[in-house]
Every structure is written in structure tokens, then in C-alpha cells.
């Protein structure tokens, strides 16, 4: 199949040529995307290509096995996507507090570039601490102010080497944070890692008499600011988890009016259960705060890939991108002879599917 794709790639001219791409931006009925100058509508279908098929985060070994990040892209773009959600580890990025790490901006412009060439548009979420090893201790041992400044450089970084691209979709400032919590002030990761990666994140760990909306409010404004002061024109949004979908009548904390107001759309994390499609449809229904929503992540680990299919059917209206997984191998090189390999390979069987009635409609 990596074959057959870089064949491909190589016919005609010899090299691959790019088509010219147009900025995302929101409607102006608020409810969707658009594409500018042209005025095509723009639905997001994508996948979170956050590592790869042994668990290596893609910062991780995007230097060294470059070709590999690049023949991924293309099969992506072979499975009907049209953009890409990559997560970038904070303690990758940043050699100090004030101190971006050289290196690995070049390859996120690298990045962007590839992304350009394959007509794929990038979610760029960042302040990633899935793996502990990649944690520097000095960035743990900062206060919250110190650490929200450090974040802030953070994105001030990537913003400063992502601007002229059309290829941004958005920014996600953090995958799912929470306000509060932790028995230690250096603790910052929050719930039980999964496959040895923490997702969840702190924000805070004291009120210190504020409410969580505040908190959220303060923090969401800070990290938008310092990408608004370089880069005023690509979106900005934060992954959640829809705590609605768990405990019926909780309330959206990032997606309060006070927060919301300084992110371009909303993005929540949705993994239905089998029989209960119409209940992560209520829970999404929450989310509907006047803004376009996307469901940036999603996958049929609790449900059929006919069941997730239906999620997306009946959540159009509502929604208007879903985002799911692509972790580096195509579908002959899947064992479907194993239970997740089954799953996966019918997973992106019904995505390629989907992606292909999008395209005629």
C-alpha cells in the first residue's frame, strides 16, 4: 500500500503539486465553517494522527523517520480526510519558560508545509504532557501564573511559525483540561493514564476563591491573547470532554459564555455506547452555544462502526466536523485477525465510505 502511494505520487510530473489551499474561517450564521476567498463551505473530516501504531507521540519521531510522517499523510488524504488533528508535547517545544526549542518549530514547518502539499488542513492542539518522561521538572515546579505565562510562549511560538499558512485549520489550546484537583501543587496530570499517556490536564490546582468559569475565563483569555498578538486570522478552540455525557445536568465549564467568547468554536470528545446513540446526542445538544461545533474526536471502542456512522447522520444540525484516528498503518496492513485490528479495519472501511458520499453530495 506505502507503495502504491508514493507510486502515485510520482507519476506525471515527477513531484507532487500542491493546490492552493483557502483559510478556514467560521460562517457568518456562526453554525459552520467556510472556506476564504472562495466561499466553499467546509466540512471537517478528519483524524487525530497523535502516534503511531507502537504508541510513539509524533514528536517524538517525526525528526528521524521523516518519510514515514509523510507517506501517513498521504493515506490519510487517501481515506477521505481533509484534516488533520496533530498534538504537540509541550516539553518538545520548550527548552525554558521563554525559550522555544528551534528544532522542532523547523519541523512543524516542515509540517505545515507537507500539510499544504496534501491539501490537508492542520488542528494544532498543544501543551501536550501524554508521556511524564517528557515533562521537564522545571515546567511542573512553576506556579499557576508561571506556568499559564509559560503556556502562553508557548503558543505565541507555534502561532509565529504556523501565521501564513492556509493549511491551519485552529489551535486547540489543551486536550480536555479540567480546573482543580491534585494532592501536590507540582501535580498537573489529571485521571489514570491510558496506553502509559495522560490526556487530562490541570489547569489550576487552588480556586483561591474563584469559580471554575473564572478560572476558565482567565486562562482561556491569556493563551488566545498571546496567539491573537501574532496571529489574528486562524481559529482558536479547546477539546473537552463533554462532562454532560457522564453526569447528565453538568455544565460546559470551558464553553460558559465567559471563556467562549475569546474561542472561534466549540470541540468536544464524543465515544457512543452501543444502544445509546440518542444519549451522547443529548449530551451534544449541550454544547450548542451559538457557535459551529465539532466533535474532534471519536472512534467505535464502546459502539459498531454502523452505530458511529449514525452518531454522525443524526448529529448533522448540530454538529458540523467529526474528527477520529488514524495511528499509521493502512488497511492491508491491519491483522484483522486480532479484535482491534477488526475493528479498526471496518472503522476506516465505513470512514472511506462516508468520506466518498460527503464528496457526492
Known sequence: MRFCILALMLIGTGLHSATAMDHV????????????????????????????????????????????????FHEIKSLGANCVRIHLQYGKFMDAADKPNVTSLQQLAKLVKLAEETGLYLDITGLACYHKANIPEWYDALSEADRWTAQAKFWEAIANTCKESPAIFCYDLMNEPVVGGGTSPTDWLAGEPLGGKYFVQRIAHDLAGRTNVQVAHDWVRQLSDSIRRVDPKHLITVGVIPWTHVWPGAKPIFYAPEPAKYLDFVSVHFYPETEQIQKALTALQVYDVGKPIVVEEMFPLKCSSTELIEFVHRSKGVACGWISFYWGK??????????????????????????TARMGN
Open 25 to 72: 474561517s467560521v460562517s457568518d450564521d456562526k453554525r459552520s465553517f467556510v472556506l476564504k476567498p472562495s466561499m466553499t463551505a467546509f466540512s471537517p473530516w478528519g483524524v487525530n494522527y497523535d502516534h503511531d501504531d507502537s504508541g510513539r507521540l509524533l514528536d517524538e519521531y517525526w525528526l528521524e523517520e521523516w518519510d514515514t510522517v509523510v507517506q501517513d
Open 330 to 355: 493502512p488497511i492491508d496492513e491491519l491483522d484483522q485477525k486480532t479484535i482491534a485490528g477488526k475493528i479498526t479495519a471496518d472503522w476506516y472501511k465505513a470512514f472511506q465510505a462516508e468520506a
